[in-house]
């Protein structure tokens, strides 16, 4: 049956997730000048921390005493605004991903003020809770200005750090500057310059999303750094003692005897489950972060970036920070693979040695089956040999007591000759017994039952 127009299907529900764009309705609430923090946290548990991060952003909202009405909330994103009677907006934007969750926090100032600086927002009454959910990937403190930017002198007293960064990104009249040094704050400032023709709501979303997705993942591949150092010590301290396993094993495994080889694999087993449980740490860690260098030079690459006079490319120090760490991270990957391979395979190989031993204690032993059965076949067939001839000897006795007593009744004329013509009889019968003696005992032990005998047919 066609179902109720009324009623939408899932696949309708699917698609409308797919298409669902819940933050353009926000774009509206954005101007410029605007003070932006932002905010990004590592997960160490996202299946169970990403709805707690949900949950603590209503708390925020909450707390800020922001209406419900001005109140956007999705599985994964979400964002509240808050204006003051002063002029002054507050938007407060929630977005959780795989692996981290981020809140961007924009203060916009009453309409004409102009007076930025970095540094707390000066909303009024504004205070952001304390989270203990993930670890801290990165703290940015961006303004967002309409007016060209202040001279290099001017930029130079506002930025910590020995070098100033700057590049013209999207069109001729958006400019960023920044030096990728926090402050005491432990936030990294950015300058924007969006130009009064470019200052709309749209343009600067664009902006800062691309600013804080090259710093989010920048440092969420810096951050592995600390674990990589320690495991490559490690790998290399396995990879050496591997090898001389391997030495030792492969010069002596052909004439190792039992306790050796049980020895060996004791203790490569031990080195193999070291190595799995490393292995799977790091794959669990390091995974990522090809994806994550994807992202950070495609986020580069549609910033369209041009040098700005008098400073040096935004490029410049994100690429000098990246560059070859994906790499390596896989390259340790790879070596981890690898050893853990090695150590499979002279298990393996260690394992086939003893399987080869047990074989051959197994033909031995087949063999020397054999022969003793051939040796109890052989004697059986002297005792039955035997049996043939005691049984002849006691027939033929028996019998010559017969012959004699017939002879004294006159009954048979010579005992003698009798009893020595018996002598073959009383064998044949003999053989006959033994022989009728091994069928019936076979058929006992075999459970085999006599065939009954055919009815006669009636006449």
């Known amino acids: 049956m066609d179902q109720s127009p009324g009623v939408p299907s899932a696949t309708d529900a699917l698609l409308r997730k797919l298409h669902e764009q819940p933050q353009i309705p926000l774009t509206h609430w954005l101007r410029a000048p605007a003070h932006v923090h932002y905010k990004a946290f590592r997960m160490a548990d996202p299946p169970a921390q990403r709805p707690a991060s949900r949950q603590e952003f209503q708390s925020l909202l909450g707390t800020l005493q922001i209406s419900q009405k001005n109140v956007v909330l999705r599985e994964t994103f979400g964002y509240g605004v808050k204006e003051e009677a002063t ?15 981020n809140y961007q926090l924009w203060h916009l100032p009453p309409p004409g003020n102009q007076d930025l600086a970095f540094g707390p927002l000066t909303f009024p009454a504004y205070q952001f809770p304390n989270t203990d959910l993930g670890t801290e990937v990165c703290r940015l403190d961006i303004l967002l200005s309409a007016e060209a930017p202040p001279s290099r002198e001017g930029m130079r007293s506002r930025f910590p750090g020995p070098v100033l960064y700057g590049s013209r990104i999207l069109n001729e009249h958006t400019t960023v500057i920044t030096s990728f040094t926090p402050d005491q704050q432990g ?5 924007v310059t969006a130009g009064p023709s470019r200052s709309n709501a749209s343009h600067l979303k664009d902006i800062v999303d691309a600013i804080v997705r090259i710093e989010t993942y920048y440092h969420l591949l810096l951050m592995q750094k600390p674990l990589f150092s320690a495991a490559i010590d490690q790998v290399y301290k396995f990879e050496q003692v591997h090898l001389q396993q391997r030495e030792i094993i492969t010069s002596h495994i ?48 549609s910033l369209a970036e041009k040098p700005l006079e008098s400073y040096r490319p935004i490029s410049d120090y994100v690429l000098s920070g990246i560059t070859g760490v994906a790499e390596g ?17 002279i298990i393996a190989i260690i394992r086939t ?4 031993i047990v074989e051959a204690q197994n033909l031995a032993l087949l063999q020397s089956v054999d022969k003793t059965t051939k040796s109890q076949v052989m004697l059986q067939h002297t005792v039955e040999g035997l049996s043939v ?19 004294e009744v006159g009954w048979l004329q010579n005992a003698n000759i009798a009893s020595a013509i018996f002598v073959p009889i009383a064998i044949g019968l003999a053989f006959a017994i033994t022989v009728v003696s091994k069928k019936f005992l076979h058929r006992k032990l075999t459970g085999e039952q006599p065939a009954p005998k055919a009815d006669k047919p009636e006449e």
Do not use: C
């Open 329 to 345: 991270y896989q390259q340790l990957l790879r070596r981890i693979d690898t050893l853990r391979n090695g150590f499979e395979g």
């Open 87 to 101: 002029g002054d907006r507050l938007i407060v934007i929630w977005q959780a991903h795989t692996e981290y969750y």
């Open 353 to 356: 040695r003893v399987d080869l």
């Open 389 to 407: 001839i005691v049984i002849a000897y006691y027939l033929a006795g028996l019998a010559g007591y017969v012959f004699k007593g017939l002879s």
């Open 254 to 301: 052909a004439h190792a005897d039992p306790q050796a080889l049980q020895r060996w694999m004791n203790t490569l087993t031990q080195d193999l489950l070291k190595t799995n449980r490393m292995a799977g740490k790091l794959h669990f860690e390091l995974s990522s972060s090809t994806p994550y260098d994807k992202i950070v030079h495609a986020t580069l690459a």
């Open 187 to 191: 936030r990294e400032r950015y300058w």
